[in-house]
């Protein structure tokens, strides 16, 4: 006699329950779409193997992550470049600025994005036009890709290991 009584009761809960979180579960989807939310494995410190290079990035709100590279030289931290992968509408973009006053600044869309790999692109600018972060599994590979002034292919990449997060005394 209790199970006829609370069966609508509990029909009516679980039916809400699966509401919500079809509907949570499509809005997050929808974000991760636009390439914030499903690429939280590029949030860190970054050790680039064999220098004293260290790439950061950090997670400002739900439009904006941002990023930096640096060195540490005698005790110094000089930063070579700046980042950020932010959402403006429907659409990602990283941007790119080095310290160094003769290199602009370089933009790039998101083209294509997949669990552990992120592609940028310009294909106005010659180097670089394209621009691939990719993970593997605690290791992280950007290639830069392009044309030089000759007209010939090129291609730079840099190699990342994550780092291990400091010990909070």
Same mark, same amino acid.
């Given at each position: 006699?209790m199970?006829?009584?609370?069966?609508? *009761?509990?029909?009516? *809960?679980? =039916?809400?329950? $699966? $509401? %919500?979180?079809?509907v =949570?579960?499509?809005?997050?989807?929808?974000?991760?779409?636009?390439?914030?939310?499903?690429? #939280?494995?590029?949030?860190?410190s970054?050790?680039?193997?064999?220098?004293?290079?260290?790439?950061?990035?950090?997670?400002?709100?739900?439009?904006?992550?941002?990023?930096?590279?640096?060195? =540490?030289?005698?005790?110094?931290?000089?930063? =070579?470049?700046t980042?950020?992968?932010?959402?403006?509408?429907?659409?990602?973009? #990283?941007?790119?600025?080095?310290?160094?006053?003769?290199?602009?600044?370089?933009?790039?869309?998101?083209?294509?994005?997949?669990?552990?790999v992120?592609?940028?692109?310009?294909?106005?600018?010659?180097f670089?036009?394209?621009?691939?972060?990719?993970?593997?599994?605690?290791?992280?590979? %950007?290639?830069?890709?392009?044309?030089?002034?000759d007209?010939?292919?090129?291609?730079?990449?840099f190699?990342?290991?994550?780092?291990?997060?400091?010990?909070?005394?």
């Open positions: 006699m199970i006829k009584r609370h069966l609508p *009761l509990s029909i009516f *809960l679980i =039916a809400g329950i $699966l $509401l %919500t979180s079809c =949570a579960s499509k809005k997050f989807t929808e974000i991760s779409k636009l390439g914030i939310k499903k690429n #939280f494995w590029l949030l860190g970054w050790n680039q193997n064999k220098s004293n290079t260290v790439e950061e990035w950090k997670f400002i709100n739900k439009n904006l992550i941002t990023g930096r590279m640096y060195s =540490a030289v005698k005790g110094d931290t000089i930063i =070579a470049e980042y950020k992968l932010e959402r403006k509408g429907k659409e990602v973009f #990283f941007t790119m600025k080095s310290t160094e006053s003769t290199i602009p600044q370089v933009e790039m869309k998101l083209k294509s994005e997949t669990p552990g992120l592609i940028f692109e310009n294909p106005q600018q010659e670089p036009r394209t621009i691939s972060i990719k993970l593997d599994g605690t290791s992280k590979t %950007t290639l830069f890709e392009g044309i030089n002034k007209g010939e292919g090129v291609t730079r990449d190699y990342f290991t994550k780092s291990e997060p400091a010990v909070k005394k």
